[in-house]
């Protein structure tokens, strides 16, 4: 079992920055493929970003691209989210994801393990 908790959201106006962080426990973190979705009102989960196990590998929506940084630190077993230049689009409850295997995070398919979300609002 792993266990997935978020912080760092929080209310920003619009071009404003945010970091979000994941703490892992339960595995070996550098094992898990890890990710971070995103929910916003009456819309499905959708990916935001996703990294491989040595964080040499990054996939970003086309949404975020440019704007957003996914990082992982194996030694503090946490993922980050790095978030530039934020939109009004941009609100939502990020989720942490991970997932045991496969060649990467890009649906909600290939999440074995959810953290409880945290809310970033971006006003205009």
């Known amino acids: 079992q792993v266990q997935l908790v978020e912080s760092g959201g929080g209310l920003v106006q619009a071009g404003d920055s945010l970091r979000l962080s994941c703490a892992a426990s339960?595995?070996?973190?550098?094992?898990?493929?890890m990710g971070w979705f995103r929910q916003a009102p009456g819309k499905e989960r959708e990916f935001v970003s996703s990294?491989?196990?040595?964080?040499?590998?990054?996939h970003y929506a086309d949404s975020v691209k440019g704007r957003f940084t996914i990082s992982r630190d194996n030694a503090k077993n946490t993922l980050y989210l790095q978030m530039n230049s934020l939109k009004p689009d941009d609100t939502a409850v990020y989720y942490c994801?991970?997932?045991?295997?496969?060649?990467?995070?890009?649906?909600?398919?290939?999440?074995?393990?959810w953290g409880q979300g945290t809310q970033v609002t971006v006003s205009s």
């Open positions: 994801a991970a997932g045991r295997g496969g060649f990467g995070i890009t649906t909600t398919n290939d999440v074995d393990y």
């Open positions: 990294i491989s196990w040595s964080g040499g590998r990054t």
């Open positions: 339960g595995r070996a973190f550098s094992s898990l493929l």
